[in-house]
């Protein structure tokens, strides 16, 4: 796992198939935050998709739950992790969890985890869900691999998914 590229690693993705974590929101309705100032230090490096508060929030693969913990800026956050261990996948700002959620839980794609809300620094005014894939470093510190973005994986695994 130590020397796995990012493009292997998006590779891997890509194969597995990425699904919108969040319940009725299709491919056209995403934008791509990215590559977003935060603030003067800080630059986004997760996707934010707008949805009203409540809107299931669905595991984007399979895999197991890593963590369930709330933080400041987070607030209700979600790490899970595919079932080899290669990406990490952070879901934030959660109204609530799916009740009977835990750690080491294994789930499958499409699993409602959540669900959408404003919970830590995120405006009250503007639900959604803060979501970021990481590459799983070798070091094991699952919150804090190398972002990649995830938006055109939406796109191409959408297009994988196609007949
Ligand atoms: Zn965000």
Request: overall charge negative.
């Amino acid at each position: 796992m130590a020397n796995v590229s990012s493009e292997e690693t998006v590779n891997y993705i890509i194969a597995r198939g990425l699904m919108i974590p969040v319940a009725g929101v299709a491919t056209n309705q995403l934008n791509d935050t990215f590559d977003e100032g935060r603030d003067a230090k800080r630059v986004h490096r997760a996707l934010d998709i707008i949805a009203p508060r409540g809107t299931p929030v669905l595991a984007a693969d399979g895999g197991r739950i890593l963590r369930i913990s709330a933080s400041t800026l987070g607030g209700n956050t979600i790490y899970a992790i595919d079932p080899l261990g290669r990406v990490v996948y952070y879901y934030a700002h959660l109204d609530a969890y799916q009740p009977g959620l835990a750690q080491g839980a294994t789930i499958a794609r499409g699993d409602t985890l959540g669900f959408v809300g404003t919970t830590g620094n995120a405006p009250k005014d503007t639900p959604h869900l803060h979501f970021q894939v990481m590459r799983m470093p070798a070091d094991g510190k699952y919150w804090d691999g190398d972002p990649i973005n995830p938006y055109p994986l939406f796109l191409l695994s959408h297009a994988a998914a196609s007949p």
